[in-house]
T-cell receptor, first 110, second 112 residues
């Protein structure tokens, strides 16, 4: 059974204080690992897809990396508008189903 | 390009009733998946439709069903509602199977 564990559950940062969110996974034949951002009362917003170990992708203050067992979402010099819940999901080969972690709730204070 | 749209956005029902939720995918997207999101369980997969056929189903009772139309629009139905069905129901569309899924805003269902 595919499993995704995200840590920490919640993270509070000061504006400008860089940090990383972790996503550990077990999956039978990873096809892709996805990062989404979700604001309260809204649907998840797509951020990144990573397909193979060693791959990295960047978007503004966010950088996602992937190893064979985990993925990191690095947030550099965060701003209050980066406050949201960040969700990690895996997709196994041959299936479209996304298996999600419980998310990391990030709060960035000015 | 318009995103995924879901209607209605909010719904209040009582136990035993049934409900139908609607999802219009991004233009050109042929795959539609449905997820249930609750505070305790997080996001859980319900089912996926592609070319009007259910391709995969999650671990939910038969009270949960869905369908997809020839224009890729999808509906999901929940019969004999239970209190535990209160949740945010999210629809996601993808251009093809196994491609990146884009989510709609969700339908918030409250069962009293």
């Amino acid at each position: 059974e595919d499993q995704v564990t995200q840590s920490p559950e919640a993270l509070r940062l000061q504006e400008g204080e860089s940090s990383s969110l972790n996503c550990s996974y077990t999956v039978s034949g990873l096809r892709g690992l996805f990062w989404y951002r979700q604001d309260p009362g809204k649907g998840p917003e797509f951020l990144f897809t990573l397909y193979s170990a060693g791959e990295e992708k960047e978007k503004e203050r966010l950088k996602a990396t992937l190893t064979k067992k985990e993925s990191f979402l690095h947030i550099t010099a965060p701003k209050p508008e980066d406050s949201a819940t960040y969700l990690c999901a895996v997709q196994a080969g041959g299936y479209s189903t996304l298996t999600f972690g419980k998310g990391t709730m990030l709060l960035v204070s000015p | 390009k318009a995103g995924v749209t879901q209607t209605p956005r909010y719904l209040i029902k009582t136990r035993g009733q049934q409900v139908t939720l609607s999802c219009s995918p991004i233009s050109g997207h042929r795959s539609v998946s449905w997820y249930q999101q609750t505070p305790g369980q997080g996001l859980q997969f319900l089912f996926e439709y592609f070319s009007e056929t259910q391709r995969n189903k999650g671990n939910f009772p038969g009270r949960f069903s869905g369908r997809q139309f020839s224009n890729s629009r999808s509906e999901m139905n929940v019969s004999t509602l239970e209190l535990g069905d209160s949740a945010l129901y999210l629809c996601a569309s993808a251009r093809d199977q196994q491609e990146t899924q884009y989510f709609g805003p969700g339908t918030r269902l409250l069962v009293l």
